[in-house]
Structure formats: C-alpha cells, structure tokens
C-alpha cells in the first residue's frame, strides 16, 4: 500500500466549480505540504502545515485554502477554479523527527483541469 | 531569497556518466536534496547533502560545496530508466527559527539513449 495516498487522482472541472483534492499518509509524519507544478517551472509551494494546529501559506496560495482534519489528512479546496489552476498537484510529508535532514516524500499526483 | 539553477535538457549514451550542475544563492541555507522524477509521476527522494563534499549512493553520487553555492548530481553507468527530470531542491531556514522550506530548481531533463 502507498505510504501517500491523494484523491482524485485526475480531475476535470469547469470554471467557477469548487474542488478539494485530498491527501492521507500512513507514514506517521507530523508535517504536510501541498505543490502545484506547471511545465517548465517546478514545484511551487501553495501551503504547508507543520502539525495540526499550524497552518501556513507558500508562495502561491491565492485562490487556495486548505484544511488539516487530522495528523494523517491535509486537503486543499480551489473555492472557485479557474483554468490557470490547471497544473499536477502534488502531496508530501515529512517528519520533524529526523532532525535536520526533514525529507519530504510526494504521493502520486493529482491531474486537475479546469476548462 | 534564493536562485536556483539547473540545465533544462542533458542528454548521454547508455553506460555513460553524466554530471547534472546546480547553483542557488540563498540565505539560511540548511541543506541540498536531489529527487528524480519520471514524467507525470511524484518527484522520489534520491540524495541530501548538508555538509561539504561527496555522498555516494550505488550508482547516484551528489557533492555540495557550500561556499560556492554549488551541487551536482553524477550518475554513473547509466541505464535506459535514468530517463527522467532531476529536480534540485534547496532548504532555507525562516531567520530565527530552526523550521525551513525547500525551493525546487525548475529540473533537468536527462534523455538517456541506447
């Protein structure tokens, strides 16, 4: 079984709609992460969450929220999509507990498309 | 803030080495990682420095020096699998805090051909 899980794994959407992609893990880890990746730009942070009751904005969170429901769950919700939110979204973990080394593990993916 | 930089396309020959260059320029820097990432698939973890100098892996070797703002990746006896982009990433540490973030180069895409 993957240690990281995220739904949907694809999803096709029209603007205007609200969609949230949801991310569980079964590694135990205390922090989430979720990032967008477009083509020719790499990985950019849209939130983050060191524990459950800490929540924190990336670099690009406008136009997203997220919701920490539990250690193991972080889901981000696009209120309203827009079609430049069309990207690869991705999920990962890390655990404070490994010191200064802190690496991060991605689920799969999730293809969103907004038309 | 930080800059990183990485080439956009390499290719090499199956068995071949190749060397996959990064530069950033950050503040609070607290650590080098590389992953590999297959097209359409998540990035996976490959290597992380944090202290000058050589880590070796099996076939997956990375180098940090810290004072020159540089990193590379070397693959040795490359396989037709290797195919695939190279993303380094950088962790920044928040002034006065021992939390950080990682900032990812825009990765390298290796074609490796037979």
């Not at chain 1, 969450?49 to 769950?73: H, L, M, T, W």
Request: hydrophobic share 30%; proline share 3%.
């Amino acid at each position: 079984d993957a240690d990281v899980t995220q739904t949907p794994r694809n999803r096709i959407t029209k603007t205007g709609k609200r969609i949230m992609l949801e991310c569980s893990q079964t590694k135990g880890h205390d922090r989430m992460y979720w990032y967008r990746q477009d083509p020719g730009l790499g990985l950019q942070l849209i939130y983050y969450s060191f524990d459950v009751k800490d929540i924190n904005k990336g670099e690009i969170s406008d136009g997203y929220s997220v919701s920490r429901q539990a250690q193991a769950k972080f889901s981000l919700s696009l209120e309203s999509a827009i079609p430049n939110q069309t990207a690869l979204y991705f999920c990962a973990t890390s655990d404070s507990r490994t010191g200064s080394t802190d690496t991060q593990y991605f689920g799969p993916g999730t293809r969103l498309t907004v038309l | 803030g930080q800059n990183i930089d990485q080439p956009t396309e390499m290719t090499a020959t199956e068995g071949a080495i190749v060397q996959i260059n990064c530069t950033y320029q950050t503040s609070g820097f607290n650590g080098l990682f590389w992953y590999q990432q297959h097209a359409g698939e998540a990035p996976t973890f490959l290597s992380y420095n944090v202290l000058d100098g050589l880590e070796e892996k099996g076939r997956f070797s990375s180098f940090l020096s810290r004072s020159k703002g540089y990193s590379y990746l070397l693959l040795k006896e490359l396989q037709m699998k290797d195919s695939a982009s190279y993303l380094c990433a950088v962790r920044e540490l928040y002034r006065g805090s021992t939390l950080g973030r990682l900032y990812f180069g825009r990765g390298t895409q290796l074609t490796v051909w037979p």
